[in-house]
């Protein structure tokens, strides 16, 4: 009896402990990769997102002194993240960045610590949104081109009825332009990818032109791409990020744990009209190429 009664008030004195520790003001440091729009506009998000949470969270500005304490680093960028696995041993959790770059990161790191938590939003959309995308929003066309570095690795779902891929790797930037006639030569569309390598800002224009020269749509991975030509793409904004990182962070706050790096939840569609015309093909609105996403069982709002 005397031991059932100290496992107990062992088990009681250990829960209060537990619930004391979880009542503490969660100390997040907000650590964006440079200061241009969109990291900006992610960071006035996700104070709104907290705020409107009302958890018990305060975002600790950067260049706090050395003595605050910090249980999460929420890191906006590759560069961010980068920094707050190299300078700091608190549970990290990186957002918009790309699946590909998070997990070179990771292998990439020089001492592995098992039990350090590390987790990710990523920034670009999963595959089988990316392809879904298309096929509701050019169902005609169906042979899907795709430029890829040689050291990534590509595992596409099943592809939607009709649809196939035609992917070729980039061996170098020398070689970039004669694969991307072959691919064009090929396709029906060009898939853009979040790879620096192939997609840099020196390479884009001209990219997005050789395309056009041979009628061939592309499909970018933000709005800036649509501005500057793309036919149509399918992305995350800054500010669907931070509401998808402000629930992670209630939630870290309630039990300690990220969840497993994830894709985001809500997403954008933008369309090129003007393209579109000057291409010959007729786009839908975002609203029904969403709707048949839906019905093809990937359009979540």
């Not at 350090?116 to 929003?137: C, M």
């Not at 800036?224 to 998808?244: D, H």
């Amino acid at each position: 009896m005397f031991r059932q009664l100290a496992i107990l008030l062992l088990s009681g004195a250990i829960a209060l402990l537990t619930a004391a520790v979880q009542a503490e003001t969660l100390n997040v440091r907000l650590a964006l990769s440079d200061s241009s729009p969109p990291y900006q506009q992610f960071s006035a998000a996700f104070s709104k997102a907290l705020a409107a949470s009302k958890a018990d969270v305060a975002v600790i500005e950067s260049h706090a002194g050395e003595g605050t304490r910090i249980d999460l680093i929420v890191a906006v960028g590759l560069k961010a993240m980068e920094l707050a696995i190299a300078k700091s041993d608190a549970p990290v959790l990186g957002v918009m960045i790309p699946r590909m770059a998070y997990e070179a990161l990771l292998e990439r790191r020089p001492s592995p610590q098992p039990s350090r938590t590390i987790s990710a939003i990523y920034l670009d959309q999963p595959w089988d949104r990316q392809l879904n995308f298309i096929h509701a929003a050019l169902p005609g066309h169906k042979v899907v081109g795709l430029l890829y570095s040689p050291d990534t690795r590509i595992v596409l779902p099943r592809l939607p009825r009709g649809m196939s891929i035609n992917a070729q790797s980039v061996l170098s930037t020398e070689t970039l332009f004669n694969t991307l006639e072959n691919i064009l030569d090929n396709s029906d569309v060009l898939l853009v990818t979040p790879d620096n390598e192939i997609y840099s800002s020196s390479n884009v224009r001209n990219i997005l032109l050789t395309s056009y020269r041979h009628k061939v749509p592309l499909i970018g991975i933000s709005q800036a791409y649509v501005n500057a030509g793309a036919l149509c793409a399918i992305f995350s904004t800054p500010e669907q990020i931070a509401g998808q990182t402000g629930e992670a962070i209630v939630s870290f706050a309630r039990n300690r744990r990220l969840a497993e790096p994830q894709y985001p939840e809500s997403f954008s569609i933008g369309l090129n009209q003007h393209v579109a015309r000057s291409l010959g093909i007729v786009l839908d609105s975002p609203e029904a190429i969403r709707e048949r996403m839906n019905k093809a069982g990937e359009g979540r709002q």
